[in-house]
């Protein structure tokens, strides 16, 4: 570590938290010692965390009293993560019908941080977050981000396509605090060509960080840019992949272009950082202090090994209690420790999450599934599930679920964002449909471009101009 991280580590950033009252390092201390602790002592802990967490939402949450009502069950019944069967999982419906009776009337509005995602499922889902449960969040964020070699006080690089996760225009206090403090270096790869491609590559050549953390689509074009083209090496400690399934390819190309090994991070936006990789790659890590994952098929456990809906009780989020979260995704708990001494224990995702790239017939750029699922489905009008299908370069079909067709004005909506991001060049058309089926996996995906490797690469020649 250079003298200038362990400046910002054991001085500047103790200083900043304490004058903002966070209490980030503190936890990651904690958690650095509880992940090689004692596995029941932590179980125990957890359970504890539980009913707390559970006779707080039936307190002051209107939507939990009347589901625990409903369940026929009181909170002091249920005394361990085996019990919260007793209740039924909570819906991304039940969430987007109910928001403001599930927030908690003991917490004040000003301390609650609303946030929506389009998620993995195409499917906007507004939610609240607590001031308070940022702080084990970011903490449990930095303890993966040390398993791949990064410190605090040490750069770090986001290759993302999720444009709500920029910033607008940057105050002179935000730049000075990034420089000094957070040393992020944010890459939008929304919108990826050649010459962003390059903009980028030279970008986090200078930056040089010592963590990457990306979605994979848009790292392995970045990576493949930078295999094509020369020029400096980028030469991280670790690369995190987050928010799609990580290929095999992926992870060979990114360790080979970087010279460094990747982990695998599954994550979410409504409950931060849920599982990571360690070093032997066996599988990811539970965040068990502050997260209880079920895997579950027709509402039932299924066995370890076996895929099965991820369910999540966030312990942590006490304005707005998540307990037995439908997610979206498919997932399977793992049996035994693993051999590098963690208690934590291991999932493991089959499916992921997945945002494919369509390809514009504008300029052949590739268009991230993120952005758009971003600026149709979380910035939208609320239509329910959607998909998007390209199957030639210049038309692009939304399938609707027959039940939820989307209204004039939302069609309008859905056909100005399309006609903005991809210059007018992109036809629509509407499949009302009566489901939108999952893929082999057991994955819904949101975005899906069917055209052939050879329609998708830049500056293929389909007899019209882009220029």
Same mark, same amino acid.
């Given at each position: ?15 900043? /938290? ?17 992940? =090689?602790?004692?596995?029941? #002592? !932590? ?6 965390? #539980? ?32 019990? #919260? ?16 009776? !599930? ?46 070699? *990064? ?8 290759? *993302? ?58 790292? *392995? ?14 030469? $991280? ?36 950082? &849920?599982?990571?990789?360690? /070093?032997?790659?066996?599988? #990811?890590?539970?965040?068990? /202090? ?46 035994? $420790? ?52 390209? @199957?030639? &370069? ?30 007018? @060049?992109?036809?629509?058309? =509407? ?11 057991? @994955? ?24």
């Amino acid at each position: 570590m250079s003298i200038r991280s362990r400046l910002i580590k054991g001085v500047l950033l103790p200083i900043d /938290e304490w004058r903002e009252g966070r209490r980030i390092l503190p936890l990651l201390r904690r958690l650095e010692r509880s992940q =090689y602790g004692d596995a029941s #002592l !932590m179980e125990r802990e957890r359970s504890l965390k #539980l009913r707390r967490l559970l006779a707080h939402a039936y307190e002051n949450s209107r939507f939990y009293r009347e589901r625990f009502r409903e369940a026929g069950v009181h909170p002091e019944e249920i005394r361990d993560p085996s019990d #919260l069967r007793r209740l039924p999982p909570l819906t991304k419906a039940d969430m987007k019908a109910h928001l403001e009776e !599930m927030v908690a009337a003991n917490v004040p509005r000003g301390y609650l941080h609303r946030s929506a995602t389009g998620g993995s499922t195409g499917e906007h889902t507004p939610f609240y977050q607590d001031a308070e449960c940022l702080n084990p969040k970011i903490a449990l964020e930095y303890r993966f981000n040390r398993w791949a070699g *990064w410190d605090v006080g040490e750069p770090i690089a986001f290759v *993302w396509p999720a444009i709500q996760d920029f910033a607008g225009t940057l105050t002179l206090r935000t730049r000075l605090r990034n420089a000094l403090l957070d040393r992020r270096l944010m890459l939008y790869c929304g919108r990826l060509d050649e010459l962003t491609l390059a903009e980028h590559a030279r970008r986090l050549r200078d930056f040089a960080p010592t963590l990457i953390r990306a979605f994979p689509n848009p790292l *392995w074009l970045l990576a493949q840019h930078l295999n094509e083209n020369g020029g400096a090496p980028v030469r $991280p400690r670790g690369i995190i992949t987050v928010g799609e399934p990580l290929l095999d390819a992926q992870r060979a190309l990114f360790e080979e272009v970087f010279g460094c090994p990747v982990f695998n991070c599954y994550v979410s936006r409504e409950c931060g950082n &849920i599982a990571g990789e360690c /070093e032997m790659h066996r599988g #990811l890590h539970l965040n068990a /202090e502050s997260l209880i994952v079920e895997c579950l098929h027709n509402d039932r456990p299924v066995e370890p090994g076996e895929p099965g809906e991820v369910v999540i009780t966030d312990l942590e989020n006490r304005g707005m209690p998540l307990i037995r979260y439908r997610i979206g995704d498919i997932g399977s708990l793992m049996p035994g $420790p693993c051999a590098c001494g963690r208690a934590l224990p291991l999932m493991s995702m089959q499916a992921g999450r997945i945002s494919d790239f369509l390809v514009s017939p504008h300029d052949r750029s590739y268009v991230s599934g993120a952005s758009l699922c971003h600026y149709l489905i979380a910035e939208g009008p609320g239509v329910g599930q959607v998909q998007l299908l390209q @199957k030639s &370069i210049d038309e692009l079909t939304i399938r609707i679920v027959r039940d939820r067709a989307a209204a004039t004005d939302e069609r309008h909506h859905f056909e100005a964002v399309i006609r903005e991001i991809f210059r007018g @060049k992109m036809r629509v058309r =509407y499949e009302v449909v009566e489901s939108i089926p999952r893929e082999p996996s057991g @994955k819904y995906m949101f975005c899906k471009c069917l055209l052939n490797q050879e329609s998708r690469s830049p500056g293929a020649n389909d007899g019209e101009s882009t220029r």
